[in-house]
Structure formats: structure tokens, C-alpha cells
């Protein structure tokens, strides 16, 4: 036994001697502060920065033995005066506050600048943030950024980019927002990495660039970079700069979410439940939506109410989703507003309430809500909730119907089919709104259209209509009893010509009976189509100082058609 133990004593001493600097390096002790992902971030005791690329050694500590180096590979990927970081593996998982040791052959000296820079930043940083002794001024926060940034300070670099971004003590401005974080992502700053990477990605204060935006977010995600990690994420998810992958998206979501980022936390969870390229898993999914929510993430919080509305990965429970909608609710959140005017119209896990409903309803309808929008219409179309008012209802039918709200461009159609509320009857707006909800699925809209677009007039027809139009009261006579006894009194476009003919022909000085015998059939024509829209084109025909015979033939007709 103790023959063992010697070995393994020697042993260790041989690695602790293997790994120690040749002659030429310097040994550049410190202390892991960081580990996320492959990376560890460490903090060095000498005032010395390493190249890229020199080798690193963790070490892990045995009682009894003293400190044992970690198997595996890693190297300085990062080296600024604000941050040191290397990049590798090893079989075991390091952790803050153990030993590293790092061999370089040519270390730098800290440029005496960068303390005075660094003086500068943390003054201003305490101007910034503000605590018991400093009262919070920006002004001055923004004047001492500004001189650290000038020197090359690159937390003080990205600090200018922010307050350019967000507007603190200047104006906002974008693009220099983006020309500042540039400065400090060229200097390996993750933050301002991943803040490139998202200023890429949405094109703003630089030109859209989906793989620019990749390749900042790669350089953050990295360093272990959490927002780095989800946006590179994204971008394998919709495949906006690289290939699209959503198993390389899943793993560096996970890697991000494990940091407690909220969005990715949200995001873990939209994958579980979409099951995008993984197994799909509800419960592991409203896990991490719950997680998100807990932060304050807003989406978050709506996906844990849609969860309990619906019993999704928990037990369905509609006074917890009432619980959560309005705690989203309270972030001004639309959808919530939605669901909490659904959940007071229903009555699920709180008395049904419609006046309660359309409140919620017009909060978020008056943002642009469309879903909302159609539900307000709804409310005043049918006074649920609200007092009756259809020409109102046609304005918030008309707001969604802009959105691409098919059932409100339906809607739409409608009123101007009818002349509901006022509006001027008006076919063609009718089948262009009609048109619009077809094209979108609305299967009620295609058949409105089928109904409305005229069919092709057939020649014979077409001879009829003519014939109809002569001044000869026999010519007229038979074109009409001959057009009675065919097919075509179902074309709906024929339909629509008799009607045009029978008002006019009938508003004008009747010259003999043939004429007015034609008249007549023309009632009937009208009468037998079936087609209710056509009553009140005959009603018009008893207005009008005419015939008796023709009045007959009218009246008899509308009654063919309904009341």
C-alpha cells in the first residue's frame, strides 16, 4: 500500500514538474472568476497580459496532496486589460476560485495608460449607477466614459456606445452607438460582441448584415457570452446567416439558458414545446417558461397563462392563468389584454363578465391589437358588453380587416354586400374584401365570392338582353318569355341585366301591352331566381307610378321572395 502511494506521489510531482515554465516563459499565476460554457475568465496577480494562444494549466486542489493539474487543452483566446480568457476542455468541469497558471513566452507589460483609464471608468462608473456617497449624475458619468473610452479603455468604450444607444445624458444616436461598441468589440469585449452581433442581425445603426451578425455573436458566444450564445442560437434557428441547424440552435439556447438569460430561458422553452429537432416536451417546456417568467420576461409570463388555460405541462388551472395573464397584463402586454377579455367573456376562473371583456378587449384594440380589433367590432356589432353600434362595429372590422384579419375582411364584405350601418351597398367592395378573406382560407368569403363574381353572359343570352332593349313592344315581348323559359335566368349576370332592364322599362312611358307583357315576365324572371336580393328591385317597381298589371306581377314576385 504505502508502494502506491509513493508511485502516485511521484507521479503527481513529475506532472507538477512537466508543466512548469521552460526557462524562456513566464509563469502568469491567478484565479478562474468565471466559467460559462468553454470558456473561464480569469483574473491575474501580476500586472502582466499574456498573447494569444499561450497554453493554460488548471489546476485542481487534493487535500493531502496539494494542487493537481486538470487533464485537458486551454488557450489564452482573449487577452485586454479589462479581461483575460481561455478557451478549452478537460474531463472535469472547472469552477470559480480554482488556480491557473499560464505559460508565456513573451507577456506585456500593462501600459501605465490603462490605469489611469481604468480610474477613470470606475469613477465614472460610480457617477453612473450612484450608491450612498455619490449621488447619480450622468453628465459626469458620461464626461469620465468618454475620457477612458478615448484611451482605449474598452468597458468605458462600450459604456459611450450604451449611453448613445439608450439615450442616457445625449442624444440617441445609433450609429455611433455602434461605431463605440465596435471600438470595444474589436478589443475581444464579449458584451459588445454580442451587442454587434444584435446591431447586425436588426440592421440598426449599421446595415443589415445576417453574417456579420454571425460572426460577432460566434466571437461573444465564444467567451461564454450568454446574450452571444442565444443570439448565435437564433440565428441557427431561422437560418439567417448561416445554415439553418436547429440542433446547434437548441445547444447554444440551452448553454444560455443555464447562464439564467431570460430570453433564453423563453426560447429553451419554445423549443420543447415546438420540439424542433428534439423531443417534444411540454412539462420541460413550461419549466423554462416559468423560469423566464420568475425574471419578469413578459412573454414568459403569457406563456405560463396560455399553460394553465390549456393544461399544458401542468394541470389545467384557469385561476392561474387569470394569475398570469394579468401579471403580464401589467407589463402592457396585448395578447394578455386579449386573453383576459377571452377569459371574462367565457367565464373560466372568473364570473362571465362581458362588460369586464370588452374592456380588456379595447385596451389592446386601440394599440393595433387585430384579434382584439375584431372582438370590439364584434361587441358593438352585436351590444354584448357595450351598447349596440354598427357603423362603429364597421370601423374596428375595417382597422383589424387592414391587418389581415380574415374574419374581419369578411366582416367587411359583408356590410358593403348589405349596406349595413350605413355604408353604401356596394358589390365590387364587397367581393375585393370577400377576396382578400378567401385568399387567406376563409372558406364562407369563397363562396361569397363564387356567389358575387358574375358568371359569363351566353351568346343567346346576350341576343335576348339586346332584343329586350328594342323599342318594338312584340320584339321585347318575346325576348323576355323566351328567356323566361330557358336556362339562362340563372346566370347571375343575366339577372342582374333583367333588373337594370325591368327599372328602367318600367319607369319610362309604357307604349302597348307587348311592352308591358314584357315587363311582366321580366317580374317573373326575378321572382323565380330564388335570389333574395332581388325583392327589393321589384318592391321599388310598386313606388313607381306604373301599370297595374306590372304592380301585380311585382308584388306577387317579392312575396316569392320573402319578406
Request: with cysteine; aromatic share 10%; proline share 4%.
Amino acid at each position: 500500500m504505502k508502494q502506491r502511494f509513493s508511485t502516485l506521489i511521484g507521479v503527481v510531482i513529475l506532472l507538477i514538474i512537466t508543466m512548469q515554465p521552460t526557462a524562456q516563459c513566464e509563469e502568469l499565476k491567478g484565479k478562474i472568476t468565471n466559467v460559462s460554457g468553454n470558456a473561464i475568465h480569469i483574473s491575474l496577480e501580476q500586472k502582466l497580459l499574456p498573447q494569444l494562444g499561450d497554453k493554460v494549466t488548471v489546476f485542481e486542489s487534493v487535500p493531502g496532496i496539494g494542487l493537481i493539474p486538470l487533464e485537458g487543452t486551454w488557450t489564452i483566446s482573449t487577452a485586454t486589460p479589462d479581461h483575460v480568457v481561455a478557451t478549452g476542455a478537460t474531463k472535469s468541469t472547472p469552477f470559480v476560485d480554482q488556480v491557473v497558471s499560464v505559460n508565456s513566452p513573451q507577456p506585456q507589460r500593462e501600459d501605465p495608460s490603462y490605469t489611469k483609464a481604468d480610474t477613470l471608468y470606475q469613477q465614472g462608473l460610480a457617477y453612473f449607477e450612484g450608491n450612498d456617497d455619490i449621488t447619480q449624475d450622468l453628465a459626469k458619468a458620461f464626461d469620465l466614459f468618454s475620457q477612458a473610452a478615448h484611451l482605449g479603455h474598452a468597458k468605458a468604450q462600450f459604456k459611450v456606445g450604451y449611453c448613445y444607444y439608450f439615450a442616457k445624458h445625449v442624444a440617441k444616436n445609433p450609429a455611433l452607438a455602434a461605431q463605440w461598441f465596435q471600438k470595444s468589440a474589436n478589443q475581444g469585449y464579449a458584451p459588445a460582441q454580442a451587442n454587434m452581433g444584435s446591431l447586425y442581425s436588426k440592421g440598426i445603426g449599421v446595415p443589415r448584415d445576417p453574417t456579420m451578425a454571425f460572426e460577432w455573436f460566434k466571437k461573444a458566444a465564444d467567451q461564454g457570452h450568454p446574450r452571444g450564445q442565444n443570439g448565435l442560437g437564433h440565428l441557427y434557428q431561422t437560418g439567417k446567416g448561416v445554415k439553418k441547424n436547429h440542433q446547434l440552435a437548441f445547444s447554444w439556447i440551452r448553454k444560455a439558458a443555464l447562464q439564467d438569460l431570460k430570453d433564453a430561458q423563453y426560447n429553451l422553452g419554445l423549443y420543447y414545446y415546438s420540439g424542433w429537432g428534439i423531443e417534444k416536451d411540454l412539462s420541460e417546456g413550461t419549466k423554462w417558461y416559468r423560469k423566464a417568467a420568475e425574471q419578469g420576461d413578459v412573454k414568459g409570463m403569457r406563456k405560463m397563462g396560455a399553460a394553465y388555460y390549456w393544461g399544458h405541462g401542468v394541470a389545467q388551472d384557469y385561476r392561474q392563468a387569470l394569475s398570469w395573464y394579468r401579471k403580464a397584463a401589467a407589463k402592457k402586454d396585448l395578447p394578455s389584454y386579449f386573453a383576459l377579455g377571452q377569459m371574462y367573456k367565457e367565464g373560466k376562473g372568473v364570473a362571465p363578465d362581458t362588460t369586464t371583456a370588452y374592456s380588456w378587449y379595447l385596451k389592446a384594440a386601440q394599440q393595433g391589437h387585430s384579434d382584439s380589433q375584431f372582438q370590439v367590432a364584434s361587441a358593438l356589432f352585436n351590444g354584448r358588453g357595450v351598447a349596440k353600434d354598427r357603423r362603429q362595429a364597421y370601423q374596428w372590422y375595417k382597422k383589424a380587416a387592414d391587418q389581415g384579419d380574415r374574419y374581419a375582411q369578411f366582416s367587411v364584405g359583408l356590410y358593403y354586400e348589405s349596406g349595413l350601418g350605413g355604408i353604401p351597398e356596394s358589390r365590387q367592395d364587397a367581393l375585393t374584401w370577400y377576396r382578400k378573406a378567401a385568399d387567406l382560407g376563409h372558406e364562407k368569403a369563397r363562396q361569397k365570392v363564387a356567389e358575387l363574381t358574375p358568371d359569363p353572359i351566353p351568346q343567346q343570352a346576350q341576343q335576348y338582353l339586346q332584343q329586350l332593349q328594342s323599342t318594338d313592344g312584340r320584339t321585347q315581348q318575346r325576348a323576355a318569355k323566351e328567356l323566361y323559359q330557358s336556362t339562362y335566368k340563372n346566370n347571375r349576370a343575366v339577372l342582374d341585366q333583367v333588373k337594370e332592364l325591368l327599372l328602367s322599362g318600367c319607369t319610362t312611358n309604357l307604349r302597348d301591352g307587348h311592352h308591358i307583357d314584357a315587363m311582366a315576365w321580366l317580374c317573373n324572371i326575378l321572382g323565380t331566381s330564388g335570389d333574395p336580393r332581388y325583392r327589393q328591385p321589384l318592391l321599388d317597381i310598386l313606388k313607381t307610378r306604373t301599370h297595374k298589371k306590372i304592380k301585380k306581377y311585382a308584388q306577387s314576385n317579392a312575396r316569392k321572395l320573402g319578406r
